[in-house]
């Protein structure tokens, strides 16, 4: 007797102690649904080594609104080992391990809630979500396809398929899918806006200015639709409508660069001169590589009252207009480079001599004489050898000049210009005449000759 009280004590206690835990557990929930994350976080930290499955999600849950995600990752980690088959713990393992980076992991808790339901709308948003960010783009548009054939009229999934389209170049479908999303729900005016912007810069002036005024009938204050649709009526010549477009949002404190600089060149394009000015001095002040508006604010001025400000704007924008040098370089030498590989010689030539005068490339200079070494073709071609005699000269001249020099490279050069002073004696004449890449023609000496000889013979290496 005295035992089946013992264990009916142990089994009555064994009952109150886990409904003492559930009821905590409760509470624990509760407050989550309170957003009082903060309170239950110090309850788990003050009991680590005794959460229940309901007590670590919660717990979880609670990390997540504090958007300490890598905490709430590991609350989730916690309950996996308790339970790993609840299809929210597999949301949430999901959602916590993509918000932490570790994308890998994400995937597969997606490919596992997919496993379950091949049409789970969560599953397959969030794999093409990942996919996107991860930039395989090709992979996620499969997704958002499933996803809208489905659900054939959702606006949302229409701009994802469409973004999708445009990175991968497709640009029409993105077009074609962006309108039929913006006809599906007209009244989203980001959505609208972001539509406008992209007919802008695919200069379909006339697209992004219905788009605008059809989303401001629902948003008419909407301060992004309306400098896009003033942007539209710019693009479209239509300048004193866009000056309107635009003094209107300058009134209303719209300090942005694309209103004070469009907002100025309407106003310019207008006939409004004086009123320009402001606006297109601010612009150039925040952005001083704006040909545009340099040159404009140059005009104002000059039609008004500062032409000498005015003549200064003029040289600062044709400074502007001058490509970098360094590009330019760049567009010399992979011209003469491609004209090298398709054996046109001479016209590569004369753009590595190009690069040589104006920017003292050595290197190049190097280049054009080797193409002119070969002894037997000059004895055959006199234009050849005319353009070796140039250039061997001009290259033993500056090679002498360099501060490391090669002694079997200055033997050689050597060896080269005895041949010319051979051909001088065979010919009875003290000079031959030479050609330079740019076709300038010349003549070099003897006397030229023997002194350059003489110097590669008694420098040093």
Excluded at 140 to 156: C, I, T
Excluded at 267 to 296: H, K, N, Q, W
Aim: aromatic share 10%.
């Amino acid at each position: 007797m005295k035992r089946l009280y013992t264990i009916a004590t142990a089994l009555l206690l064994a009952l109150l102690a886990a409904q003492a835990a559930r009821a905590q557990t409760d509470n624990w929930q509760r407050l989550v649904d309170e957003k009082r994350f903060a309170e239950v976080l110090a309850l788990a930290e003050a009991r680590p080594d005794s959460l229940d499955y309901a007590a670590c999600y919660a717990a979880g849950q609670a990390a997540e609104g504090l958007l300490k995600y890598p905490r709430a990752y590991l609350y989730y980690m916690r309950c996996r080992a308790m339970d790993s088959a609840r299809t929210e713990l597999l949301v949430a393992l999901a959602r916590t391990a993509g918000a932490i980076g570790r994308t890998d992991e994400a995937e597969q808790y997606l490919l596992r809630l997919r496993e379950r339901d091949t049409a789970a709308f969560y599953a397959n948003h969030q794999l093409a979500r990942l996919y996107d960010n991860q930039g395989d783009t090709k992979r996620a548009m499969a997704y958002y396809n499933l996803l809208l054939r489905r659900d054939s009229a959702n606006p949302v999934l229409m701009r994802s398929v469409a973004d999708c389209a445009w990175r991968m170049g497709r640009k029409n479908l993105a077009i074609m899918t962006y309108m039929e999303a913006f006809h599906a729900e007209p009244e989203h005016a980001l959505a609208a806006a972001a539509l406008a912007n992209r007919m802008l810069s695919m200069q379909m002036p006339e697209v992004a200015l219905d788009v605008c005024d059809t989303a401001l009938r629902y948003h008419p204050r909407h301060r992004l639709l309306r400098q896009n649709r003033g942007l539209a009526l710019f693009s479209l010549d239509a300048y004193q409508e866009a000056d309107t477009v635009y003094s209107a949002l300058l009134a209303e404190g719209d300090s942005s660069l694309l209103t004070r600089k469009y907002g100025g060149c309407a106003r310019y394009y207008s006939g409004r001169f004086m009123d320009a000015i402001p606006l297109l001095e601010a612009a150039f002040d925040e952005d001083t590589t704006a040909v545009d508006v340099c040159l404009l604010l140059g005009s104002a001025l000059g039609r008004t009252y500062d032409r000498r400000r005015a003549f200064a704007l003029f040289d600062r924008a044709e400074r502007l207009m001058q490509p970098a040098p360094a590009l330019t370089d760049m567009l010399v030498r992979f011209r003469a480079e491609t004209f090298e590989r398709d054996g046109q010689k001479e016209r590569a030539d004369a753009l590595y001599y190009q690069l040589w005068t104006e920017r003292n490339r050595f290197d190049l200079l190097g280049r054009i004489w080797e193409h002119y070494n070969d002894t037997e073709r000059a004895e055959k071609d006199e234009a050849y050898a005319r353009r070796s005699r140039f250039i061997t000269v001009l290259f033993a001249t500056e090679y002498l000049a360099r501060p490391k020099r090669d002694a079997k490279l200055m033997s050689f050069l050597n060896t080269q210009l005895n041949k010319f002073v051979s051909d001088m004696f065979f010919r009875q004449t003290k000079q031959l005449p030479t050609l330079a890449p740019d076709g300038k023609v010349g003549v070099c000496t003897e006397q030229q000759l023997h002194n350059l000889m003489s110097r590669l013979q008694g420098v040093k290496p």
